[in-house]
């Protein structure tokens, strides 16, 4: 982990700069993924950065300059030129015109459409202005750990003017928008030595006239402030430690498990949480120290940081017992006065225009000597929540070495968090999916059923933990939807379901991963057929192992957790056809299927008062990608049904009412309507997704 004096490396290659022949968009995106690719100089998503060129108009085809610019919402570590804003910069000049104060702060930015030069461009952002009304070429505007804890010390002005000697100015907190940039642009035209301007409690603009000059520049500025900062090293971190001494790695862990299922269903009372837990030095540090409280209790400055992680986070007692129970009793007043806390926020500072009160949950919670809990809409969302909240605490330890942390006022905070501008770019975010704020674990993850139904699943916005005992298999699985939904979205656990540790650690490993866990498939298997007379009992334990003892003990570490959690949940059971019909030299698989079936009709009757359903679908003959069709089971069923193994599917197909072969997607689709909204008020059904076999009609 760096600390906040740590110098910035720069990583400007002139060689593969010169690859670029000097297209200054192309050089422009290479600027804004090297700054992005460092959490010290800004978070994902956060801060922006531009440079202007010269185009000729489609139309007219004159040349004019455009200004390429971040659109709103994107990331300049992963910056595409899909995602830059191209805006014609005298459009762009001429709003000063129209500009006649703060009051119409909010009006300008209905003007940005009608500057832009390309139709189809991103949507430009409220920083658009401070990049138009700059003339220099190129301008970023970064929010640096190491600058910010400048920003947002008491004498911050006077520092500034120590560290960069009058080539960087400074501007008080002034909200992000049209008035800042003005007064960004009047303070560069009246002092012609500028390289940059310290935005109060916020970060840092400098500009050049080069991409490489601009980098290099925004690297110096980073560097001379930490230099500065690691100039007045000396002093304890936040105050000196509070706690004795701090756990071990287990124990932390241990403690955080026992927590994460009630602090994720305090956090999901409004709205359903993912969760995600960190334990690094630096929160750590932070929550367990003699400054802790009181700086947790200003919150943070910087908007970026505070948008993703609210104002202020909840600060738990050191001790607090292990029992779920108890843990939840002592917490709930700390959720409780929190909510209440936000709404007298709101209250005080609320406006006629000001849109309605969001979740007053808190995102981040924090456990002295056990580490950072975060709470978001998805797993990513999560993450990032942490990482800003991490920037914010190194921003309030190099604040206090210089002397005292400042944060926002509460009305600046307030009109930031609830700006209608702001509201407006949360309501162009897609429509949330069927299953968006839960986690599920899929056993048999790797391939078959279990994969198609993982991959249905994260296509629909869940995060998922794949279990599988194929670890080459699951690895190329979770390799493959990490690629297409995102590696913080899926996780992968190598597990043998006849190892009962091996199964709690699997849960403990998703509950860490997603702070809990709402769908549970148990669809791991395998099948040796035989005729009963031939059949060795050690292959008929090692199937009941797997998927009749296996599936009741993960269904019971999930439903413990799904207890604590208060949230409801689903437990779906892969069972098959043959636990209703008769087959032949197959009595130990469809008897163990069978017991599959009759064990989630028990569940289903005993879950139901806490919110949870339990139904089974019954597949017949899913034989493309299954795991358990490539062990010698074709080869064994075609031999029983007298044809050739390469007919076997054509033979399944054939004697189904419906003339179909049946695919491991049609499963997740059945599993999908089970878990995503369709069948809210079912539970212990059984349903048959196996084109119709009238032999197999529950009965």
């Known amino acids: 982990m760096a600390t906040i004096d740590e110098t910035v490396e720069s990583r400007w290659d002139a060689a593969h700069a010169a690859t670029l022949n000097g297209d200054e968009v192309a050089l422009l995106l290479y600027r804004s993924n090297l700054l992005g690719a460092d959490l010290r100089i800004t978070n994902y998503a956060g801060g922006n950065t531009s440079g202007k060129s010269e185009e000729r108009d489609p139309v007219t085809g004159q040349t004019t300059t455009v200004l390429w610019v971040k659109g709103s919402g994107g990331d300049i570590g992963t910056l595409t030129r899909d995602g830059l804003a191209q805006l014609r910069m005298e459009r762009l000049l001429a709003l000063r015109e129209r500009y006649r104060g703060p009051q119409d702060e909010d009006a300008m930015v209905g003007f940005y459409d009608h500057c832009l030069f390309h139709p189809k461009s991103r949507a430009p952002s409220i920083d658009t202005p401070l990049h138009a009304f700059l003339p220099a070429r190129h301008v970023d505007h970064l929010h640096p750990d190491a600058v910010i804890a400048i920003a947002a010390a008491k004498d911050g002005e006077a520092m500034t003017q120590e560290i960069y000697g009058g080539e960087v100015g400074w501007l008080g907190w002034i909200r992000p928008g049209f008035e800042l940039a003005l007064q960004i642009s009047k303070l560069a035209a009246a002092n012609p030595k500028l390289v940059g301007v310290m935005l109060g409690g916020h970060g840092i603009i400098s500009w050049a006239d080069t991409s490489e000059a601009c980098y290099r520049r925004s690297v110096d500025l980073i560097n001379r402030a930490a230099k500065f900062l690691s100039s007045r090293a000396g002093k304890p971190r936040f105050g000196g430690p509070l706690l004795a001494k701090t756990p071990d790695a287990a124990t932390r862990r241990a403690r955080a498990l026992a927590a994460m299922p009630v602090l994720r269903g305090l956090a999901s009372r409004q709205t359903r949480k993912i969760g995600r837990f960190v334990d690094s030095d630096q929160i750590l540090t932070f929550a367990g120290s003699a400054d802790g409280a009181r700086l947790s209790a200003i919150g943070t400055s910087c908007p970026d940081h505070f948008l993703r992680t609210k104002v202020a986070p909840v600060l738990l007692p050191a001790e607090l017992p292990a029992d779920e129970k108890a843990l939840a009793d002592l917490v709930r007043p700390l959720f409780d006065r929190y909510a209440e806390e936000h709404a007298a926020y709101y209250k005080a500072h609320a406006i006629a225009e000001s849109p309605p009160m969001r979740d007053p949950q808190p995102v981040v919670v924090l456990w002295p000597g056990v580490g950072m809990f975060t709470f978001a809409k998805d797993a990513a969302t999560a993450r990032i929540a942490g990482e800003y909240f991490t920037n914010a605490v190194n921003v309030m330890e190099g604040a206090e070495r210089l002397g005292g942390y400042v944060g926002l006022p509460p009305a600046d905070a307030f009109s930031i968090e609830y700006w209608v501008l702001e509201e407006a770019k949360l309501k162009r975010q897609p429509p949330e999916r069927k299953l968006a704020r839960r986690a599920a674990l899929v056993s048999g993850g790797a391939s078959g059923i279990g994969l198609a139904i993982a991959r249905r699943f994260l296509s629909e916005g869940a995060a998922v933990a794949l279990l599988d005992v194929d670890a080459a298999k699951l690895e190329t699985a979770r390799a493959d939807l990490a690629k297409a939904f995102g590696a913080d979205n899926v996780i992968a656990i190598v597990a043998d379901l006849q190892d009962a540790a091996a199964i709690e650690r699997a849960v403990e490993t998703a509950t860490i991963a997603f702070g809990g866990i709402d769908l549970l498939v148990n669809n791991a298997g395998l099948s040796i057929a035989g005729d009963v007379d031939v059949l060795s009992i050690e292959k008929y334990d090692l199937m009941h192992n797997v998927m009749a003892r296996g599936a009741l003990l993960l269904s019971q570490a999930f439903v413990k957790r799904l207890k604590a959690q208060g949230l409801g949940g689903d437990i779906l059971y892969i069972a098959s056809k043959n636990a209703v019909f008769a087959g032949p030299s197959n009595s130990a698989y469809g008897s163990i299927k069978a017991a599959q079936a009759h064990q989630a009709r028990l569940l289903a009757a005993e879950l139901g008062k806490y919110g949870i359903r339990v139904n089974t679908i019954n597949p ?80």
């Open 620 to 699: 017949d003959a899913v034989i493309r990608g299954s795991g358990i069709w490539d062990k010698g089971w074709a080869a064994d069923r075609a031999k029983a049904y007298g044809v050739e193994p390469d007919k076997l599917a054509q033979h399944y197909a054939q004697r189904t009412l419906l003339n179909v072969e049946v695919l491991p997607e049609d499963i997740a689709e059945a599993a999908l309507c089970f878990v995503g909204g369709a069948l809210s008020k079912t539970t212990g059904a059984m349903l048959a997704v196996d084109g119709g076999i009238a032999a197999a009609f529950p009965r």
